[in-house]
């Protein structure tokens, strides 16, 4: 047994997982939130004391911590050192709310456990594959460079994670994959062969699909009629970030309450479904031609995991471009990584589950020695 301690340290919270990076195997978890907050712990510091009262004997390996932007610097798991420190708070201009985060976990556990080796794994890394004319925008080539405007994508470790169980499953690791992860933050990505192409998570993720709170893709021009309007750069920040998405057209933020809305007649709701819909539609086909076909559709997270009428909303009436769902393996409710399409259907069809603390501990092991590499 390799025991991983994995940290997601956040603003005001560090969720914490202990695992065996051998097997995935959960030994323990916890989260301590309202750092900073009276009655609670006051800074991240005494939030990992607090932790490590609670692991009791037991001893981690290797410490795996969630970097959320490694920039185009980070393009894998990266070991822990004071320069990687200095990098990844250099990096804090593109997620000013994250990576400062992340750091006083990363802080904090150095102090808590003198000794063992602490490992970056960043959202950003397995994106690093895009070619130039992916991860380009069309903006002034010389402002785009002097702030690292470009695009980097995100939810790199669930889709690192997913491609894998999906390869194993089509039994090929030359696969073309269009995968969906559906979360209360959601993208898409094409992956050929392991390697990501596109993705629909931007500099920020602001981008692409229609999540929980944030807007996804919409017109910058939007922005500067607000602005003309008396909107405040903060302003239009929570607007596109925090009011807008399924909670910004229904006041609902989870999918499941849209969608006992929209059951019950709901017109509002209905709409934001569509909405939502419209859009997984719309990378769908963007992707199946920047892939020049797929082998496999695939979809993890909240929502796809557990969304049958999310799945078929995305692939209905796909059947003359190979996507044939079976109506009854899609509705049945399991755990497992599993097909979901008609045995027939020349473009597979999956589900399946991610786990992001999993995929954190193999890279952090394996980058340390503990695992042979993946
Ligand atoms: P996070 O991005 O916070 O890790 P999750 O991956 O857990 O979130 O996904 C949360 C989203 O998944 C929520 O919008 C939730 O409504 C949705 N979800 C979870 N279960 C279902 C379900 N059975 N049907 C529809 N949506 C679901």
Same mark, same amino acid.
């Given at each position: 047994?390799?025991? /991983?301690?994995?940290?997601?340290?956040?603003?005001?919270?560090?969720?914490?997982?202990?695992?065996?990076?051998?097997?995935?195997?959960?030994?323990?978890?916890?989260?301590? !939130?309202?750092?900073?907050?009276? @009655?609670?712990?006051?800074?991240?510091?005494?939030?990992?004391?607090?932790? *490590?009262?609670?692991? @009791?004997?037991?001893?981690?390996?290797?410490?795996?911590?969630?970097?959320?932007?490694?920039?185009?610097?980070?393009?894998?798991?990266?070991?822990?050192?004071?320069?990687?420190? $200095?990098?990844?708070? !250099?990096?804090?201009?593109?997620?000013?709310?994250?990576?400062?985060?992340?750091?006083?976990?990363?802080?904090? &556990?150095?102090?808590?456990?003198?000794?063992?080796?602490?490992?970056?794994?960043?959202?950003?890394?397995?994106?690093?594959?895009? $070619?130039?004319?992916?991860?380009?925008? /069309?903006?002034?080539?010389?402002? +785009?460079?002097?702030?690292?405007?470009?695009?980097?994508?995100?939810?790199?470790?669930? =889709?690192?994670?997913?491609?894998?169980? +999906?390869?194993?499953?089509?039994? %090929?690791?030359?696969?073309? *994959?269009?995968?969906?992860?559906?979360?209360?933050?959601?993208?898409?990505?094409?992956?050929?062969?392991?390697?990501?192409? !596109?993705?629909?998570?931007?500099?920020?993720?602001?981008?692409?699909?229609?999540?929980?709170?944030?807007?996804?893709?919409?017109?910058?021009?939007?922005?500067?009629?607000?602005?003309?309007?008396?909107?405040?750069?903060?302003?239009?920040?929570?607007?596109?970030? #925090? #009011?807008?998405?399924?909670?910004?057209?229904?006041?609902? #933020?989870?999918?499941?309450?849209?969608?006992?809305?929209? /059951?019950?007649?709901? &017109?509002?709701?209905?709409?934001?479904? !569509?909405? =939502?819909?419209? %859009? *997984?539609?719309?990378?769908?086909?963007? =992707? *199946?031609?920047?892939?020049?076909?797929?082998?496999?559709?695939?979809?993890? /997270?909240? +929502?796809?995991?557990?969304?049958?009428?999310? #799945? &078929? &909303?995305?692939?209905?009436?796909?059947?003359?471009?190979?996507?044939?769902?079976?109506?009854?393996?899609?509705?049945?409710?399991?755990?497992?990584?599993?097909?979901?399409?008609?045995?027939?259907?020349?473009?597979?069809?999956?589900?399946?589950?991610?786990?992001?603390?999993?995929?954190? +501990?193999?890279?952090?092991?394996?980058?340390?020695?503990?695992?042979?590499?993946?």
């Amino acid at each position: 047994m390799t025991v /991983a301690f994995i940290v997601n340290s956040g603003s005001s919270s560090i969720k914490w997982e202990l695992l065996d990076a051998e097997s995935g195997a959960k030994l323990r978890g916890g989260i301590v !939130e309202r750092i900073g907050e009276s @009655g609670n712990s006051p800074d991240h510091d005494a939030a990992m004391q607090s932790i *490590l009262g609670e692991l @009791g004997d037991v001893h981690p390996s290797v410490i795996g911590h969630r970097v959320v932007h490694g920039g185009s610097v980070f393009t894998a798991a990266t070991l822990v050192t004071d320069d990687v420190i $200095a990098a990844i708070d !250099e990096l804090s201009a593109l997620a000013p709310l994250h990576n400062p985060a992340n750091l006083a976990g990363i802080r904090a &556990a150095l102090a808590a456990f003198p000794g063992v080796p602490n490992v970056a794994v960043f959202d950003t890394a397995f994106h690093q594959t895009l $070619a130039p004319e992916a991860f380009t925008y /069309a903006v002034d080539a010389a402002t +785009a460079h002097e702030h690292g405007i470009r695009r980097y994508g995100f939810h790199g470790t669930s =889709y690192q994670f997913v491609s894998g169980v +999906a390869a194993r499953l089509l039994g %090929r690791d030359d696969a073309k *994959l269009i995968v969906f992860h559906l979360g209360n933050g959601a993208s898409v990505a094409a992956i050929n062969a392991g390697r990501s192409v !596109e993705t629909s998570m931007g500099m920020t993720p602001l981008e692409g699909l229609v999540m929980g709170t944030r807007s996804g893709d919409i017109d910058p021009g939007v922005l500067f009629h607000l602005g003309r309007a008396g909107a405040t750069l903060e302003e239009l920040d929570v607007l596109l970030n #925090r #009011r807008s998405g399924l909670l910004g057209l229904t006041g609902m #933020r989870d999918m499941r309450d849209v969608a006992k809305a929209a /059951a019950s007649g709901d &017109a509002t709701a209905v709409l934001a479904l !569509e909405v =939502y819909d419209h %859009r *997984l539609r719309h990378y769908l086909g963007a =992707y *199946l031609v920047l892939l020049g076909g797929a082998d496999a559709i695939v979809f993890t /997270a909240g +929502a796809g995991e557990n969304s049958p009428a999310t #799945r &078929a &909303a995305t692939v209905r009436g796909l059947e003359s471009f190979g996507i044939v769902l079976d109506e009854a393996l899609n509705a049945a409710p399991s755990k497992d990584a599993r097909f979901v399409s008609s045995a027939d259907s020349p473009v597979a069809v999956l589900v399946v589950p991610t786990n992001e603390e999993f995929e954190i +501990a193999r890279q952090a092991a394996a980058l340390v020695g503990l695992l042979p590499d993946s």
